[in-house]
């Protein structure tokens, strides 16, 4: 899987770009890298799409913020090695049919409006259907947050209908020449463009472009060209997601009525509470009881980490508030920087009852003059204020 480049750099503007600057930007670039100026020229197609899918994320404010926030690890994807980073694989993947569908406005209508070669034909003249967007959630444990998972999705969603093969149309004759548009596919109107006043052709809004209406609809279903369905979906999760992120799988959606493009399977995450762990942000906390002879004494006690059980030494002396910190041991970061650590917070377990034995034991370590408290004023400090410390830090 290539790299891929910093969707700003890809259109030049920085990081603070007003949507006005990164739709002129795009601009620029779609004309640069325009199929019909560079005819044949593969690196200017794969820069043409390149543009498209930066300004693709960069102009939509949701997909916007979970790319500053994320990177392309947020963009989703499904496909691929997975594994850490195995996001983004199949993200962008902009045929130009979708490029021409979803930004064609941005050349001021159907075609490039009044742009290149009008007539060439190729991409242009027909609009294309966008299927509509679906949200899932998925829940995932805290070993499956730290390890990185992949999750197969069964997703009800509306699909192209096999019987006629998305056309809504019985058969090929069960059309009729559309008499918005007399059969072209296409209306001519002048609009304003940035190439100034220009008399222009758009799709067709009757027949959307096809320029036959259907007479007799498929019968499975109506005419409508989708019918309900389920789709298996392989789904990579990164390492390091949290609760509410919003990974979008593209073209995984809704299929589009009449054929066109899928909309996308947007992927809500839910994290699971773990029992004993407590997350914030990529540290983890564990509360630990210690039993008050190994307070005192010291040994080693079982912890609980996303790893199942390990073992960790406590020092003679260890007080209550002391805060053990595993260092890596936590929630490794989205964007591969490091991970958190494992903190584990030190509470000294006091049993309500005692036996008349154990009473004995205490009474002698209470008379004892190792046990009479030696710190005294700023030098003791409660559990509240250690907690307090470590928080503030
Ligand atoms: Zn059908
Ligand atoms: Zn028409």
Redesign the pocket.
Known sequence: MADKRDYYEVLGVSRDASPDEIKKAYRKAAIQFHPDKNPGDKNAEEKFKEAAEAYDVLSNPDKKARYDQFGHAGMGGAGGAGGYGGFGGEYGGFTMEDIFSRFGDIFGGGRFGGFGSGSSGGYGGKSVNRGSDLRVKVKLSLTEIVKGTTKKLKIKKDISCDQCGGSGAKNANSYTT??????????TQVVNTFFGRTQTTTT??????????ITDPCPKCHGNGTVKGEEVVEINIPAGVGEGMQLSVSGKGNAAKHGGINGDLLVVIEEEPHPELKREGNDLIYNLQLNVADAVLGNSVEIPTVDGKARIKIEPGTVAGRVLRLRGKGIPDLNGYGAGDLLVVVDIYIPAHVSPAEKEALEKLRTSDNFKPKVSGGKARNLFERMRNYFIS
């Open positions: 559309c008499s918005t548009c007399g059969g072209s596919g296409h209306v067709c809004p009757t027949c959307g472009g096809s320029g036959k209406v």
